[in-house]
């Protein structure tokens, strides 16, 4: 297995959102300044950064704010501070943590709020003009990229003309998804190539890991994460495949529960999965989620929250209260009593041959990997939706209904902090969802699941069932969802 020994503590502060893990970190700010120590805390948008300089300057507490905001590069500004150490709480994003010299975090405390992304599944659909301008600097085989050796300088001159382009200092020609992908070729990322689609479209995917936040949490003298679950995510798996252990943090609050009645709605029957596939299918006029949305709303008492992915192109726009994917730290929304959930989370084939990776590399069963990637990408962030609503309120005793994708969502916000949640599936039963053809499962799926279990390679399992790749890759992306 691929791991590195650290044998670190991170420390914890898991609690519901809106349980005062924040008002934890600033109450016990001073005393921490008392010693001595020094405390940077690094937050994923600029608003919590506003919202929590506001709480710090109520409490009396001195602070600094590095962004891009005061028109500095926010990279050399903040190495400064934390070189000359003169300010001892710093609020930064974690973007401008990434990007200094980590050793310079050496004596400082750093404070992580929210889970940062530690890994990522690029995949980009390029047509044969994009894909020739690819293809003039790489070379191909065996499904994979490579850099041509001796156009190695000529590609970093690119890339570095791009970025110089971004912000208008300089002209480049390379497109986004190319200089993505040269980037990733420079780091040495693997990145991968599928076969030509009928259209002339080729897929070319990698699978990225920020591996700077390892580096970042070794460098610091201690380092706190305040979040709402960690368990079973990617960083949870991450960290602990990059050798590191948790505890719990000084800055985790008393648990508490929501006491809010709470009904949850599931869109999907029970056994069946919310996928984009089943939602954009047609509906009369329109898409199913057009369809989905209309029988929400007339079950509806409010104008309620919507949370759903770009691909919701929905005409009940006035009927709604639509809010941003990335949700955290907004508390504007309290007042709700019903939040609408229509976004996904599941692998696409692109994904699965990214954990299938990931699992060999690190020796981990493709489970853990797959749940992972759910947890971070469907059910935290139902989550973080459900709980901007009325239910983050201890005075709130208005009923709140949730209107989330499926049977998985649903169980685990029982599972983690609404225990005492009704699950009422009239719903599900007034959507038109086709048959979960996965219930008609192969006669040889099982046997190719546990060949894969075994380390079997997909092209072999394929030659030893005469069954397609394609349809192996199928049942293993399906497997994770069930």
């Known amino acids: 297995m691929n791991c590195i020994t650290r044998i670190k503590p991170i420390y914890t502060a898991i609690a519901a959102p809106g349980a005062g893990k924040t008002e934890a970190l600033l109450s016990t700010l001073p005393d921490i300044q008392k010693t001595g120590r020094l405390v940077v805390l690094a937050l994923p948008t600029l608003v919590l950064i ?37 300010d001892s709480f710093i609020l930064c994003t974690q973007a401008a943590i990434r990007g200094v010299d ?26 044969p003009t994009e894909l020739s301008r690819v293809l003039d600097y790489t070379e191909e ?3 994979q990229l490579w850099i041509k050796e001796e156009l190695r300088q000529v590609v970093r001159d690119q890339v570095s003309t791009n970025r110089a382009d971004s912000i208008r200092t300089d002209c480049s020609t390379l497109g986004p998804s190319a200089a993505h992908i040269f980037r990733l070729l420079l780091s040495d990322v693997a990145v991968f190539i599928d076969t030509r689609l009928k259209n002339g479209i080729r897929h070319v995917h990698a699978v990225e890991e920020f591996l700077d936040w390892w580096n970042i949490i070794s460098f610091a003298e201690e380092v706190h994460v305040l979040a709402a679950n960690i368990a079973n995510g990617e960083f949870e798996v991450f960290a602990k495949l990059n050798g590191f252990i948790f505890k719990e943090s000084i800055f985790t609050p008393q648990a508490r529960q929501y006491t809010s009645p709470v009904t949850i709605y599931p869109i999907m029957p029970t056994g069946q999965n919310f996928s984009k596939t089943k939602m954009i299918a047609s509906h009369g006029d329109g898409k199913l989620y057009d369809f989905t949305l209309e029988i929400i709303l007339k079950e509806t008492n409010t104008k309620p929250l919507l949370f759903a992915n770009t691909w919701i192109r929905h005409k009940q726009k006035s009927e709604v209260q639509q809010v941003q994917m990335d949700c955290r730290g907004l508390n504007g929304y309290d007042s709700a009593t019903e939040a609408i959930l229509l976004f996904g989370g599941n692998p696409s084939p692109s994904d699965m041959k990214g954990l299938e990776y990931l699992s060999k590399k690190y020796g981990q069963d493709l489970k853990v990997m797959q749940t992972a990637f759910v947890t971070t990408r469907l059910l935290e962030p139902s989550l973080q ?3 901007r609503t009325a239910i983050r309120r201890m005075d709130n005793t208005s009923p709140v209904r949730l209107y989330v994708q499926d049977e998985r969502v649903a169980r685990y916000l029982m599972k983690t902090y609404l225990p005492h949640a009704l699950i009422d599936w009239s719903l599900s039963k007034k959507i038109p969802v086709q048959p979960d053809l996965r219930k008609q499962e192969h006669p040889q799926q099982q046997e190719a699941l546990a060949l894969k279990q075994e380390g079997v390679t997909n092209k072999e399992i394929a030659r030893r069932l005469s069954v397609s790749p394609k349809s192996i890759r199928n049942w293993i992306a399906k497997s994770i969802a069930a």
């Open 385 to 387: 939706a459900a709980t």
């Open 141 to 143: 085989a065996n499904g």
């Open 50 to 86: 506003d919202h929590i300089a506001e709480r710090a300057s109520q409490a009396g507490i001195p602070f600094r704010i590095v962004d891009h905001r005061n028109g500095e590069v926010v990279a050399p500004e903040l190495e400064t501070a934390l070189r000359d150490k003169h």
């Open 102 to 127: 980590h050793s310079l975090l050496h004596g400082w405390t750093l404070v992580i709020d929210e889970l940062p992304k530690v890994i990522d599944y690029p995949d980009y659909a390029l047509n």
